[in-house]
Every structure is written in structure tokens, then in C-alpha cells.
């Protein structure tokens, strides 16, 4: 079995894949004060509710945005595991040709995204992860990444405004079932929501001119349930794709890296 590691600067996203079938997955709250035999704890808490050995887990790769995780991530591996922790990163083989200025500012969680919607769908895809910072990824058909566009998300725009506009509380994340506000509150939701779900087709519709066809749209990340709805342009909803993405990159990586030291 695999266990692939996202590591989000909000969140993080633990799965475990037997063959190519994910059979369960968590999410736990990032933070970067925990230790290695906190975050082991949790680990093998998870497992044993699920019914999953450690035994049972013969490889491990992780995308991490948060550098002072790293280690923390390799040492429960190590400790926990009794493995080495394939870490995502420059020089490994992703199967995607990205196409940047300099390909080593391409976040880990957007290249495991490019591999994942390649590999599910093709290429020629627009990916749009709605995390703490939403971003658009651009794929070709022939597998190239082209760049994208990365905003900030939904949730600290949320927050944002509400730290910084005294006379404004903060609200729950659920769109108004009238876009025109009649009061504080509903105004603010319609903004947010509404307001965002434009932003997200427009970019959409601008990034597509710049396909030689017209490309699928797919959403992934933790708020993908909350606009989906509200998107016109997105298309299907693929919640587990950066883990499906790691996945793959470390069958394509496996044989030179992420040995058991068990």
C-alpha cells in the first residue's frame, strides 16, 4: 500500500492507496509546531480506526508547500513507517513537460495536479484547486503544464475582509438565494460567493483562449463542494486528484527512490 502526503499550508491530506484504488483518506489541520511523533500519532490513530497495519504500507511520497514540514513529514516516516519519504520536487519524473520561466517555482501540490489530470484526462485541462489559494492550472494535450494563475482563496478573502472592515462580522460561506442583499450579512455572502464564482469563470474563460481547443475544466481542493455550484464553467469535480497525481508520480519514481528502510 501507498500513503501520499499533501501537505497544504491550511490543511493536510493523508492517503492510502492499494494498487491504484484509494481506500481511505483524512485530513488534519496543518501546523508547524507539531512534531514528528505527534503527527505519527494521529497517523497510526487514523490507520487504526480504518483497519489499516503499518505493516501494510510499503511506500510514501509527499507534496508539501510548508518547508519546516518536510523534515517533520520524513521523520514519521522514518520513525512510524520505517520508510524513506519520496518527496516531490525538482529532478523527479512527473511525466508532465512544464513549461515556465523556472520550473522550480511550480509548486509540489500543482505539478502532483498536472500529473493527475494528464493521466485521468488526457491533457488539454484546466485544473482549479480551491485551497487556501485557488489556483489554475493549464495542461496541453500533449502533456506540457503552460503555467496558470494562482488568486487568493475564498477563505482569506473571507477572513480578509473581515479583519480589515471594522463595522463588518464574519459570515458563514454559503451563497444567498438572492444575489442582491437585503441586509448586511446576505450582502457580504453574495459578494463572497457570488463574487468569487465570477472571478473563477472569467479567469476560466480568459485562460482558455490560450488552448488550441477548447479545454475541460475539472475542480479539486477543499471548497470545490461550496462552488461548484455556483461556477458555470467547471466541469467535473475531481476531489482527489493531487493524491491520484502522487500517486502516480511515485509509480514512475519508485524503483530509484522511496526504499523501505524497514
Known amino acids: ?20 484504488v484509494l481506500k481511505n483518506q483524512w485530513r ?30 510499503d511506500g510514501a511520497i509527499m507534496a508539501c508547500v510548508v518547508p519546516s514540514l518536510v523534515i517533520v513529514m520524513q521523520q514519521l516516516c522514518r520513525k512510524f ?21 523556472n520550473p522550480r517555482e511550480v509548486g509540489a501540490d500543482r505539478v502532483a495536479n498536472a500529473a493527475g489530470a494528464q493521466a485521468l484526462y488526457g491533457g488539454n485541462i484546466i485544473a482549479v484547486d480551491f485551497g487556501t489559494a485557488t489556483t489554475f492550472d493549464c495542461i496541453t494535450e500533449d502533456g506540457r503544464y503552460i ?37 448586511t450579512v446576505d450582502s457580504i455572502r ?9 472571478m473563477v469563470d472569467g479567469m476560466v474563460r480568459r485562460l482558455s483562449e490560450h488552448f488550441s481547443g477548447k479545454p475541460k475544466v475539472i475542480a479539486t481542493g477543499g471548497f470545490t463542494p461550496l462552488l461548484m ?23 514512475r519514481n519508485r524503483k530509484t527512490t522511496g526504499k523501505p528502510t524497514r
Open 81 to 101: 513507517l520505517g520508510l524513506e519519504l519520496m518527496v516531490l520536487g525538482p529532478g523527479m519524473k512527473s511525466g508532465i513537460q512544464i513549461v515556465y520561466d
Open 229 to 251: 455550484p455556483l461556477c458555470e464553467t467547471l466541469e467535473e469535480a475531481a476531489p482527489d486528484l493531487t493524491l491520484e497525481g502522487l500517486r502516480i508520480i511515485h509509480e
Open 147 to 183: 503555467g496558470g494563475a494562482i488568486s487568493p482563496g475564498i477563505g482569506i478573502s473571507a477572513e480578509a475582509l473581515y479583519r480589515a472592515a471594522a463595522k463588518l462580522p464574519r459570515v458563514e460561506l454559503s451563497a444567498p438565494e438572492n444575489p442582491i442583499g437585503k441586509n
Open 190 to 198: 453574495s459578494g463572497l460567493l457570488y463574487g468569487y464564482a465570477a
Open 1 to 20: 500500500m501507498l500513503l501520499a502526503i499533501d501537505v497544504g499550508n491550511t490543511h493536510i491530506v493523508t492517503g492510502v492507496f492499494d494498487g491504484d
Open 28 to 57: 488534519m489541520a496543518t501546523d508547524p509546531r507539531r512534531t514528528a511523533d505527534e503527527y505519527g500519532v494521529f497517523l497510526r490513530q487514523l490507520f487504526d480506526s480504518s483497519g489499516i497495519s503499518v505493516t501494510q504500507i
